[in-house]
């Protein structure tokens, strides 16, 4: 068959392919992205399910409006407001996943050619998608504390970008967070530029100990111009349910309407049944006390996997402990001659009975292959130290 020539720039997700090898009885998996479904608020979600059908069952189970299911976005618009994001309902459209949010910004955005600064390393999904469009990704440095604003800035001078991504709290795969400093300099710089910056949020509610700095659409306040440049996304699949599919988009009025009509392509709308759900369970209130719990649980997993690639692989791995998400990033020193290859290491993992994800295809540009990602939401305690004592034994 005659394919598409954008297919020419994209391949197949290497963590997908990842799990075609995890079908091994007994091996213990680090390597999804995915929250625990044992963190589920099933009994929540079995009862806004059923008030929906009951109140109005013709909102939930009919075609509804493209742009969301409007008691969702009257819904999401007061969620965000907990966040210190004043939106109107309006100003905001539901999406299948922020994934999709995502792909209406290659659709409205991209054309062939134009260049997208993303961070280095970054969500897998984007790169595929937005060089799906024809996008020429440069990638910026990220370190603890965030992408290097500096480094940052200096990229948005020499390539003047059609916009830039960035993924500012407990990033995927980094588990970064961008510092208040930073997301205050990153809004500077889109009005200094007139730079379009995208901010995907789906982790930043699931922090542990102190909550992180307000999102770069909550500071916009205080940088006057720099709203008009911003699009932010937000998802409830890793502190909800993923099943669900429901991510948002809030953005300037034009290329929400831009948006609307490509989503009307694709997928005419979201299920209104999976919105009427969401939205009679954020009325609910039930939500405060599921992330609460949420919390607890991974950060002490995420304790537990810090300790115990101290204690198992000592100085052949360098670290930072994330305060938040669902991830850690790691790279192998090759200290006292261990492997410093993250593909090898997988590979040699995978024979001891357990896996994680190789960091190169989180690169746009210049893969780092020292680099891993290691995930502690899915493994409980005693999985999470019995997972990393066999990665000590493969190093």
Same mark, same amino acid.
């Given at each position: 068959?005659?394919?598409?020539?954008?297919?020419?720039?994209?391949?197949?997700?290497?963590?997908?392919?990842?799990?075609?090898? =995890?079908?091994?009885?007994?091996?213990?998996?680090?390597?999804?992205?995915?929250?625990?479904?044992?963190?589920?608020?099933?009994?929540?979600?079995?009862?806004?399910?059923?008030?929906?059908?009951?109140?109005?069952?013709?909102?939930?189970?009919?075609?509804?409006?493209?742009?969301?299911?409007?008691?969702?976005?009257?819904?999401?618009?007061?969620?965000?407001?907990?966040?210190?994001?004043?939106?109107?309902?309006?100003?905001?459209?539901?999406? @299948?996943?922020?994934?999709?949010? =995502?792909? =209406?910004?290659?659709?409205?955005?991209?054309?062939?050619?134009?260049?997208? $600064?993303?961070?280095?390393?970054?969500?897998?999904?984007? $790169?595929?998608?937005?060089?799906?469009?024809?996008?020429?990704?440069?990638?910026?440095?990220?370190?603890?504390?965030?992408?290097?604003?500096?480094?940052?800035?200096?990229?948005?001078?020499?390539?003047?970008?059609?916009?830039?991504?960035?993924?500012?709290?407990?990033?995927?795969?980094?588990?970064?967070?961008?510092?208040?400093?930073?997301?205050?300099?990153?809004?500077?710089?889109?009005?200094?530029?007139?730079?379009? $910056?995208?901010?995907?949020?789906?982790?930043?509610?699931?922090?542990?100990?102190?909550?992180?700095?307000?999102?770069?659409?909550?500071?916009?306040?205080?940088?006057?111009?720099?709203?008009?440049?911003?699009?932010?996304?937000?998802?409830?699949?890793?502190?909800?349910?993923?099943?669900?599919?429901?991510?948002?988009?809030?953005?300037?009025?034009?290329?929400?309407?831009?948006?609307?009509?490509?989503?009307?392509?694709?997928?005419?709308? @979201?299920?209104?049944?999976?919105?009427?759900?969401?939205?009679?369970?954020?009325?609910?209130?039930?939500?405060?006390?599921?992330?609460?719990?949420?919390?607890?649980?991974?950060?002490?997993?995420?304790?537990?996997?810090?300790?115990?690639?101290?204690?198992?692989?000592?100085?052949?791995?360098?670290?930072?402990?994330?305060?938040?998400?669902?991830?850690?990033?790691?790279?192998?020193?090759?200290?006292?001659?261990?492997?410093?290859?993250?593909?090898?290491?997988?590979?040699?993992?995978?024979?001891?009975?357990?896996?994680?994800?190789?960091?190169?295809?989180?690169?746009?540009?210049?893969?780092?292959?020292?680099?891993?990602? =290691?995930?502690?939401?899915?493994?409980?305690?005693?999985?999470?130290?019995?997972?990393?004592?066999?990665?000590?034994?493969?190093?």
């Amino acid at each position: 068959m005659q394919f598409a020539s954008r297919l020419d720039n994209v391949e197949t997700s290497a963590i997908r392919e990842l799990f075609k090898l =995890l079908g091994k009885p007994g091996i213990i998996s680090f390597a999804g992205g995915f929250p625990d479904s044992a963190m589920f608020d099933v009994e929540g979600l079995k009862e806004a399910a059923n008030k929906a059908l009951d109140e109005e069952p013709g909102g939930a189970l009919q075609y509804g409006a493209t742009e969301g299911y409007e008691p969702l976005r009257t819904q999401l618009s007061a969620f965000m407001k907990t966040k210190g994001v004043a939106v109107d309902p309006s100003g905001l459209i539901v999406t @299948t996943g922020s994934q999709q949010a =995502l792909d =209406l910004l290659g659709k409205t955005l991209i054309s062939p050619g134009d260049k997208v $600064i993303v961070e280095g390393p970054t969500f897998l999904a984007t $790169i595929q998608c937005f060089r799906l469009y024809g996008a020429q990704l440069v990638s910026a440095p990220v370190d603890a504390n965030g992408v290097d604003t500096d480094r940052l800035e200096q990229l948005i001078a020499e390539h003047k970008p059609k916009f830039v991504y960035l993924i500012p709290t407990f990033g995927n795969p980094s588990g970064a967070m961008l510092s208040l400093e930073r997301r205050k300099k990153v809004l500077e710089m889109a009005v200094k530029h007139n730079t379009v $910056i995208v901010e995907d949020d789906p982790y930043g509610d699931l922090y542990f100990g102190e909550a992180p700095p307000p999102s770069i659409m909550a500071l916009s306040e205080q940088m006057p111009g720099s709203r008009e440049l911003l699009v932010h996304c937000g998802s409830l699949s890793k502190v909800l349910s993923p099943g669900l599919r429901i991510g948002w988009m809030i953005a300037p009025a034009e290329l929400l309407a831009k948006a609307t009509m490509c989503k009307q392509f694709s997928d005419a709308h @979201t299920s209104t049944f999976a919105q009427a759900t969401a939205a009679q369970y954020l009325k609910s209130g039930r939500m405060p006390a599921t992330l609460a719990h949420v919390r607890e649980v991974y950060a002490g997993r995420a304790q537990a996997m810090g300790e115990a690639l101290q204690r198992e692989l000592g100085e052949a791995i360098t670290f930072t402990q994330p305060n938040g998400g669902l991830f850690f990033w790691a790279a192998l020193t090759g200290a006292g001659g261990k492997e410093k290859d993250a593909n090898a290491f997988a590979k040699k993992a995978i024979d001891k009975g357990v896996a994680f994800v190789p960091g190169a295809p989180f690169f746009a540009e210049k893969p780092d292959l020292a680099t891993l990602r =290691l995930s502690f939401a899915t493994a409980n305690v005693d999985k999470i130290r019995e997972g990393i004592a066999r990665l000590g034994q493969a190093l």
